[in-house]
């Protein structure tokens, strides 16, 4: 979706300032991890978007295989176990790059866009391995891909992942979906989603798969004629993640826009298996940004021109948006950037916007250039009047999203609206709305609560979210059992099946004993009278935890601590919280510490003190294990007045002798109500079945549907394929193999089918009417039994025109009562002789017609015992 709320903004600004917005076009930079990992780098990013005509930012949360988010946040659909913050130190350490990006650009008016950057088969690139057992590059090493000489890829090269390993494809596109499905994005960004290198993506594992699904054994050391049909499968390989991705993302979220960076040091289609051309026939992805990345304005234009040229060879120029990626850094002259922002945009295809990279070019760099430059110069020279982005741009509407259904009426905001105290608590009801005037009833709503007004839509103020599909529940009502004591408004939002929005507020209401509760150790902090020290010797400390809801910034000193002595002698001493603002009910009991290694009591006693007596447990209070975050001690059941507590006890500490590295440093304590109403987990997603029936795939162009060795890569040999333009052929041309050439062929043809469907598929082939073509044309392909079938069948169809052709191979050689079964997904057919000898071999359009379902186990076809 394109928020409607935020048009609607837009517009009514535009309007009071009698300002008309420039055409629809995308205008953005990326922030990479280096940009982004602490939360002083991230507020200063979107202050510098927010100052400027930027509708999106691509924000690099997934740098080399580690994650600037938190994996499986709420929902763990799609397994992902890649640790956060490997490359760069995430700062303060429970930080959520991409959520903060999120609430502050959505909040934002005019509204500006997030999308996700992540990088793909990049594992690692430093000397040092990721700290994380969990990391890839530690947990798989085995997914590292190799050489045609079996030589492993190190960190030097990126480390790249092997993209014919299917355990490697299936991990990316979790990874990609996880962020998809956990988090409100606007967009998932594909960075290296190719080859690393020319000489890769050779794995053991890879050429198996190979083998299994073509029925070839490739040998990377000596190709022969099988080069290029290995190449067309292992440019397939990284297909199917950008085909997967898109495919289960307009599933999950239709609105999503699924991208993909570009790479131009040579064809990246035919060298580096970016198959671009494939994605965009086979509307496989949403949005491409054709990296035009040069050092002078017609570098840029020429980089524009080669990526529309490519796929202009199929007719898809206009097929999809294209964001022209430019490399900001590279142009260095006075005005540069503006200027080809300005000459690009007259191309015959002009570009549907701009990205360019990167935020550091745009708004830092400019003292380091030769002339130095204000910080900002380059931002300056596209946004500042007179520039060519110097009036606000609303994001181009992506046609393809308009076909699969999308609108942008809201829904009507949730009606009845009412927070009131019931024992104390808040509880907040609101009911079902009418119809919007498209018809539609939300699906999906959230409920949001904070002491601001109005109420900020933060992903960590929201408090409760239920999903109705059906839209048949008519009320909705919520405990806020964990509000904290305070004055507090809701805002409930309802949200339509294209993520439409509408939002209602409620009126304050006053909680005076609250279920979420921080005790914290220094006067002027949270509570503080609730805490005491029984017994020992304790010291002020100026250094704070950061976990969310403690004071920050902190006064000076800000906690206290005690140490266990040189031998252990001094182990006397006791924290005690006794929480005096709770109402009667069970609490999770979470402790907090400093995030520097001077905390770092092992072993320690927790007592708690509850309505069930006194109970004891050992704990870690490390900052290894509390450090600026919080983590559950204990759980109290708690009786208002009785005066409950939770002590922590160095009597049992395991490690002394260094006292400044062993201090019991509890910074804070927060006890949270148990009782809480859990949020409604997102509805699993539907694969509707295919109704499709006919799959076609036909010759050209070449590195498609279909490849061969072209007449390029056969400089200086006439034994390749070359293109036949006739009437009679399918689609009026054709590949062919002449009879004067060698036999058997130097180069093996290769189709490559997406069948949408299993079941059993005949397969015919294309050819115009001759009678001097093969007469024994060799075919191989793999059905689902993965048995490989050889077919040696005729290519001659009577009588000779250049201008008639039909369905007239046999392809399969079976009859369609025995035709045979198929998986979905990828077949591979491959012509690769004739039994005859020197005969004209005809590589042209494949056609499978569906025959009807699989046949049960046990039941043989006549043909195929």
Not at 230 to 246: G, H, K, M, N
Not at 484 to 489: L, M, Q, S, W
Request: glycine share 8%; net charge negative.
């Amino acid at each position: 979706m394109k928020p409607v709320a935020a048009f609607l903004a837009i517009f009514l600004i535009c309007a009071r300032l009698g300002v008309a917005d420039d055409p629809p076009e995308v205008r953005a930079f990326y922030a990479a991890t280096f940009d982004i990992n602490t939360q002083a780098k991230c507020d200063a990013i979107i202050a510098a978007a927010l100052s400027r005509n930027v509708n999106q930012i691509f924000v690099e949360v997934r740098g080399r295989a580690d994650a600037y988010y938190y994996p499986n946040r709420e929902d763990a659909t799609y397994p992902n176990s890649e640790p956060r913050g490997q490359l760069y130190t995430i700062s303060p350490s429970n930080l959520d790059v991409l959520q903060h990006f999120i609430d502050r650009c959505h909040a934002a008016t005019p509204r500006v866009e997030v999308h996700a950057w992540c990088t793909t088969m990049n594992s690692w690139n430093r000397a040092t391995p990721p700290t994380s057992p969990l990391h890839v590059y530690n947990a798989s090493p085995e997914w590292i891909t190799e050489n045609s000489a079996g030589v492993t890829y190190t960190h030097a090269d990126d480390a790249p992942l092997d993209p014919g390993i299917p355990a490697v494809r299936d991990h990316i596109v979790n990874v990609f979906m996880d962020i998809v499905r956990n988090y409100d994005v606007d967009g998932i960004h594909f960075d290296y989603v190719r080859l690393l290198g020319a000489n890769s993506g050779y794995d053991p594992v890879a050429l198996a798969q190979f083998q299994a699904e073509t029925g070839w054994a490739y040998d990377p050391a000596s190709p022969g004629a099988l080069g290029e049909v290995y190449e067309a499968w292992r440019r397939d390989r990284i297909s199917q993640i950008v085909q997967r991705v898109t495919e289960l993302t307009r599933l999950e979220k239709p609105w999503v826009d699924v991208s993909a960076f570009l790479v131009n040091f040579s064809d990246s289609v035919e060298v580096l298996a970016q198959g671009y051309n494939w994605w965009v026939h086979h509307d496989a992805i949403d949005v491409l940004h054709p990296g035009c990345y040069s050092s002078t304005i017609a570098g840029t234009v020429a980089d524009w021109d080669f990526f529309v040229a490519k796929l202009a060879q199929a007719g898809d120029q206009s097929a999809v948006p294209m964001v022209c990626a430019v490399g900001d850094y590279l142009l260095t002259d006075p005005g540069e950037n503006a200027s080809a922002v300005t000459t690009v945009r007259g191309n015959a295809r002009p570009p549907d916007g701009f990205n360019f990279f990167d935020y550091g070019s745009l708004f830092v760099d400019g003292p380091t250039r030769v002339p130095a430059e204000p910080a900002d110069q380059h931002a300056q020279n596209l946004f500042n009047a007179g520039g060519p982005m110097d009036e606000w741009a609303p994001v181009p509407v992506i046609t393809n999203k308009v076909a699969l259904g999308e609108e942008t009426v809201p829904p009507n905001a949730p009606a009845s609206l009412s927070a009131t105290l019931v024992g104390g608590r808040p509880r907040i009801t609101f009911s079902r709305p009418a119809a919007a005037g498209d018809g539609d009833l939300p699906v999906h709503y959230r409920l949001y609560r904070s002491t601001a007004n109005p109420v900020p839509l933060y992903h960590d103020n929201m408090v409760m979210e239920w999903w109705d599909p059906g839209s048949p529940r008519a009320t909705f009502t919520f405990d806020d059992v964990t509000a904290p004591a305070g004055t507090h408004r809701y805002a409930a939002v309802a949200y339509d099946n294209w993520n439409n929005q509408a939002v209602a507020t409620s009126g304050a209401v006053v909680v005076a004993s609250g279920g979420d509760y921080i005790i914290e150790t220094r006067p002027g902090m949270l509570n503080v009278g609730d805490y005491s020290e029984p017994a020992g010797s304790f010291s002020d400390s100026t250094s704070h935890s950061t976990a969310p809801g403690c004071t920050n910034p902190a006064p000076s000193p800000a906690t206290r601590f005690a140490t266990p002595g040189t031998d252990g002698s001094s182990r006397l001493d006791r924290q005690r919280f006794t929480p005096s603002g709770l109402v009667t009910g069970t609490y999770a009991v979470h402790v907090t510490t400093p995030g520097f290694g001077s905390s770092n009591a092992q072993n320690i006693t927790v007592r708690i003190s509850d309505a069930d007596g006194v109970s004891t447990s050992l704990f870690n209070l490390t900052n290894a294990n509390c450090g600026n975050v919080w983590t559950q001690c204990g759980t109290m059941a708690f009786t208002q007045g009785a005066g409950h507590f939770v002590e922590f006890d160095n009597a049992t500490q395991s490690n002394f002798g260094d006292a400044t590295n062993s201090r019991m440093n509890a910074a804070a304590v927060r006890l949270v109500r148990t009782d809480v109403t859990p949020k409604e987990p997102k509805p699993p997603i539907s694969v509707p079945e295919s109704l499709v029936t006919e799959v076609i795939v036909d010759s050209t162009p070449q590195a498609l549907d279909y490849d061969d060795r072209t007449d390029a890569e056969q400089a200086g040999s006439n034994n390749h394929w070359q293109t036949s333009t006739l009437a009679g052929y399918y689609g009026a041309n054709a590949r062919f193999y002449s009879n004067t050439f060698a036999f058997p062929p130097a180069s093996v043809a290769v189709w490559i089918v997406d069948l949408p469907r299993s079941g059993r598929w005949a397969i015919d082939g294309w050819v115009r009417n001759n009678t001097a073509f093969a007469s024994g044309a060799q075919y191989r392909f793999v059905d689902r039994t993965g048995t490989v079938r050889n077919v040696t069948t005729t290519q001659q169809a009577p009588p000779d025109n250049t201008a008639t052709g039909g369905w007239f191979i046999d392809v399969d050689g079976v009859s369609d009562a025995n035709a045979y079964e198929f998986d979905e997904g990828r077949v591979f057919i491959t012509l690769h002789g004739n039994s005859a000898g020197a005969q004209t071999l005809i590589a042209d359009a494949l056609r499978f017609r569906y025959l009807g379902p699989t046949i049960p186990a046990g039941i043989t076809m006549l043909g195929q015992d």
